[in-house]
């Protein structure tokens, strides 16, 4: 079995010394990765460069930008055959487009460190979802892909309106559901859907290897 996971967070630049980014870290993606090899599967890990230590025995390639992960992945599903994808890093939903500084427009790119004081507007567009490619971009016509659905929302019915919201897309086959409230230090709090709803429910990033590994190995997709 073939398996490429995603993880940690993309970076954004704001100038030459700034970014928009997230809190990722890419742990979860690392256990996980670490885990599947442990079983024997063949793993491919796009981290971000930035991401936690990971000492898993993967081959592996580094990713900052949004444009950089989309590139990786649109080449490897491109190229080679996978039996799944499991896609937990933490893609920025905006890219900076336009930047102003005092008034007067400069290029994101090459553009230096913008000095202590400047009146500074960012301008920023909205990118593509990455998930809803996959399936499209892969050699591969019977890949399964793997989403993540993170909330922070006090009501369970709109947390599960918004993981079924993601299954209705078509282009995922299973989604692992985490909410913050649920997720500490010592705690990973998740919930594995498939069309039909929770199929099951792990306590930490171990258990939640463990049952992802199991229902991909064995093809239970409804």
Not at 20 to 42: D, M, P
Not at 61 to 85: K, Y
Not at 203 to 219: F, I, M, Q
């Amino acid at each position: 079995m073939r398996v490429l996971v995603t993880a940690g967070g993309t970076e954004e630049p704001i100038d030459g010394v700034r970014r928009l980014t997230n809190t990722s870290t890419g742990a979860t993606g690392c256990v996980l990765a670490e885990y599947f090899a442990e079983q024997g599967a063949e793993v491919f890990l796009l981290h971000a460069e930035r991401s936690a230590p990971c000492d898993a025995p993967v081959e592996r390639e580094p990713f900052v930008t949004f444009g950089d992960l989309e590139a990786a992945l649109r080449r490897r599903l491109h190229e080679e055959r996978w039996d799944a994808v499991i896609h937990l890093a933490a893609v920025s939903d905006y890219s900076v487009a336009a930047l102003e500084v005092d008034g007067h427009p400069v290029a994101v790119e090459g553009h230096g460190k913008i000095g202590t004081g400047r009146e500074v507007v960012i301008r920023l567009e909205a990118n593509p979802k990455l998930i809803d490619s996959l399936k499209g971009w892969s050699c591969s016509g019977d890949i399964r892909i793997i989403g993540f659905k993170l909330t922070d929302d006090p009501e369970p019915a709109s947390r599960n309106r918004q993981v079924r919201s993601l299954l209705d897309r078509g282009t995922v086959d299973l989604v692992v559901h985490n909410d913050v409230s649920g997720m500490s230090a010592d705690r990973h709090e998740a919930a594995i859907w498939d069309h039909e709803g929770p199929i099951a429910r792990t306590h930490t990033k171990h258990e939640l290897a463990e049952a992802l590994y199991n229902h991909v190995s064995n093809g239970v997709f409804a």
